[in-house]
């Protein structure tokens, strides 16, 4: 702003001393001129905005011109030096900008987090909310909740709608088991079935049996080896849905019911009413069964325990905020940039469906630094004379033995390297 005058007034001192080297008819006609593109300009705006440096100069000039012809030379009127007046004093007593008195107001992260909680726990009253904030380590008080809550549009608890959908469901979920058949045909057209259970609350699936004569006594001793599966997670389960099919006869409903799991039978041809399992066997013949073929009884059991696997620990699910079942119970990982790691890749299946890694970076390779001398990752240093001996040995015995394919060690090595997460050194080679 500063500058801005400066540079203003230089300007005008200028124009000035060029006025005054004319001759004095030129600086007449000159004024004339100014004084008609000032009337011409009067008429046709409205109200001129000044500048802090062209008020500075219509006061200047204001000494030379006579109190009379003010009105006439300047288009400022007693009015606008009233209004700048009560802009100065109103400026003078502005305490906006100025710190407050009093207690600091509450952060605009600790108002979402009450708002979020209040939210999330519709029963919570603003002193839960309150005593919740203590105990995480934030001195809050109740009126100041309760004033964050009111000003949400939140009000009390009693007075708050229930659950959602969504909520409600999600909070049944924790203790359902659903349970059905899913069949194969094998490479002899023989028909083989295979029992899958899936808890709802962490969409974990479990392999119950398999079997080609599905009868009553067979499902009755799967459901003994599915309570032996789910181990300390079979107290909290408190319903299992099966359709009405007449494998599950009343022995299986009375192992289940021992355990205090009661068991629920869909309606007649309702698919829908265990949409949640046929969605997991639908799932199955997508991406294994439809894209295999099937031996036998030992196969088809190879195959979903390796897929199950596969399953539970490393496919995402939608319905989990796209983790997988092992990771239910626990938080989301950490962010990663990706762009920073390595990523590894792990066939499942023989290359039927893949799981990927996150390689752990050398010391080295982190800090930027290149080894002079490389280390393998299959080589260990010696261990003394002892050691020695037991490697003269050793390759002894590999010099006896037949000479591998060279293409298969080398695919071989390469499995090795891309499956096992941390890379185990051989006493020697």
């Not at 005593?131 to 009693?158: N, Y």
């Not at 004569?213 to 997670?233: I, K, V, Y």
């Not at 590999?398 to 090595?413: H, N």
Request: charged share 25%.
């Amino acid at each position: 702003m500063v500058i801005s005058v400066v540079y203003l007034l230089v300007r005008c001192l200028l124009g000035c001393l060029t006025v005054l080297s004319r001759g004095q008819a030129s600086n007449d006609a000159e004024l004339l001129v100014l004084r008609h593109e000032n009337a011409v300009l009067r008429r046709q705006v409205g109200r001129i905005r000044y500048e802090p440096g062209d008020r500075l100069w219509l006061a200047a000039l204001s000494r030379l011109v006579p109190r009379g012809r003010w009105s006439d030379a300047f288009p400022v009127t007693p009015a606008t030096l009233l209004v700048w007046h009560r802009r100065l004093v109103a400026r003078k007593w502005d305490y906006a900008s100025r710190p407050r008195p009093g207690r600091p107001p509450t952060a605009a992260a600790i108002r979402k987090l009450v708002v979020r909680i209040a939210t999330e726990n519709p029963t919570w009253g603003h002193r839960r909310v309150q005593g919740e904030l203590v105990r995480l380590g934030h001195r809050i008080a109740a009126s100041t909740v309760w004033q964050i809550l009111h000003d949400a549009g939140i009000g009390p608890a009693p007075r708050r709608s229930g659950p959602t959908w969504k909520q409600f469901l999600t909070a049944q979920a924790r203790g359902i088991l659903a349970a059905d058949f899913v069949h194969v045909d094998t490479v002899l057209l023989q028909r083989v079935y295979a029992l899958i259970v899936i808890e709802h609350g962490t969409r974990r699936a479990h392999l119950a049996g398999i079997t080609a004569n599905p009868d009553g006594s067979w499902t009755t001793q799967a459901a003994r080896n599915l309570l032996m599966d789910l181990g300390h997670r079979a107290a909290t389960v408190k319903f299992l849905i099966r359709d009405r099919a007449g494998q599950f006869t009343g022995s299986f409903d009375a192992v289940l019911a021992a355990e205090g799991i009661r068991v629920l039978a869909s309606p007649p041809q309702a698919p829908r009413a265990n949409a949640i399992c046929e969605r997991v066997i639908g799932t199955l013949r997508r991406e294994l069964l439809d894209r295999l073929l099937i031996v036998n009884e030992h196969h088809l059991r190879q195959v979903l325990t390796e897929y199950l696997l596969h399953y539970n620990t490393a496919r995402p699910h939608r319905s989990l905020g796209q983790i997988t079942p092992d990771q239910a119970d626990s938080r989301p990982p950490d962010p990663v940039n990706l762009a920073e790691h390595r990523i590894r890749r792990k066939q499942v299946l023989g290359g039927l469906t893949h799981e990927y890694y996150i390689a752990a970076l050398t010391t080295q390779r982190r800090s930027g630094k290149r080894s002079s001398r490389p280390e393998s990752y299959f080589r260990a240093p010696q261990a003394g004379a002892a050691g020695a001996k037991r490697c003269r040995k050793g390759r002894g015995d590999l010099a006896r033995l037949p000479q591998l394919d060279a293409g298969l060690a080398y695919r071989s090595a390469i499995w090795t390297v891309e499956t096992v997460p941390i890379l185990v050194r051989t006493p020697c080679i």
